[in-house]
């Protein structure tokens, strides 16, 4: 049976416009799927609009900061409202890059060599740098959509590019620069999708490349079998060590030197019909309105409850004679201590 379905689009940043597409592009494949679907327009006063709205689960088409990052995650979860995506930590997790950087790392898994730096750091730009060299990828610590994102070759264009990421959030990521394929891995119910080559016509996939045209895709990668399952198999284990769950995607370098490297996690990637996750879903014989139901199927939320206690009268008075004594005895023997220390 159809579900009511609260559709979340726009939002506060810089994401907004592709935000838009997203969401009126999920409206008409989960009308078409028979549910009844409402647009939600994220911005201030969210949280009232939301508990007005007749629905049982909102379907997130939110991207970047304040909508991809956890905090409106955390409002649906006070409101008790199933969502899909991942939940409230894994979702800010995967949205601060030098974070979800630091957990790659934990769990053993390759990521390019790079460092954070705010906008109150930049005289320290070039100590901070050091021998990392060029070229250089910039992006926003915390962001997405390629907004911010540039490829740099020498000093002069590291401070401006820093000071442009820094527009986004505050802070920016500054990482080696890897050469090779990027390969970007769908993942679905917990399972491994597909896989997709990004081949843009200049260097680097920005924001121009991925949105104005030009870049052409292989489905699957130009790779040998073997390297593929292991891409693959590495892209899923980044989305487990953050913890996500429901479905996005992966993006990583197959580098020239035979070393794949893992970039970031999409929580909420593109959902256009058009965009990577749908064209990897079609490789698979999914159309977009089947690929959106099953997203929607996957809705939940934390549900992190609390066990009941135990009614007084279930514990006997001289258990609790027991308790209070042994507890005497061991606040004597601490006085006794810290009296010898």
Known sequence: MGKRVGVLMGGWGEEREISLKTGEAVVAALEEQGHTVTRIFAGPGLDRVLRGAEMDVAFLALHGRMGEDGKVQGL???????????????????????????????????TPQGYRIGRDELSSLQERHGDLGFPCVVKPACGGSSVGLARVSDDEALSSAVAEAC???????????????????????????????????????????????????????????????????????????????????????????????????????????????????????????ELCDRILSLATRDEAGVTEAPEMGAVQPAALRAVGGAHARNCQSAFALRGSA
Not at 81 to 107: D, E, I, Q
Not at 188 to 216: H, M, Q
Not at 261 to 285: C, D, F
Request: aromatic fraction near 8%.
């Open 167 to 289: 527009r986004y959030g505050g802070e920016a990521l500054v990482e080696r620069y890897v050469r090779g394929r990027e390969v970007t891995v769908g993942i679905l119910g917990g399972e491994v999708l597909g896989s997709c080559e990004i081949s843009y016509p200049r260097e680097g996939f920005d924001y121009e490349a991925k949105y104005k045209g030009g870049s052409r895709y292989f489905l699957p990668p130009r790779l040998s079998p073997t390297r593929l399952a292991n891409v693959e198999a590495l892209a899923l284990a980044a989305w487990r060590a953050l913890g996500c769950r429901g479905y996005g995607r992966v993006d990583l370098i197959c580098s020239d030197e035979e070393n794949d490297v893992v970039l970031e996690v999409n929580t909420l990637p593109g959902m256009t019909p058009t965009s990577l996750l749908p064209k990897i879903a079609a490789q698979r014989g999914i159309r977009f309105p």
């Open 76 to 110: 649906l979860e006070l409101l008790e409202l199933p969502y899909t995506g991942s939940g409230v930590l894994a979702s800010a997790l995967a949205m601060n890059k030098p974070f979800a950087k630091k957990l790659f790392r934990l769990h053993n898994l390759p």
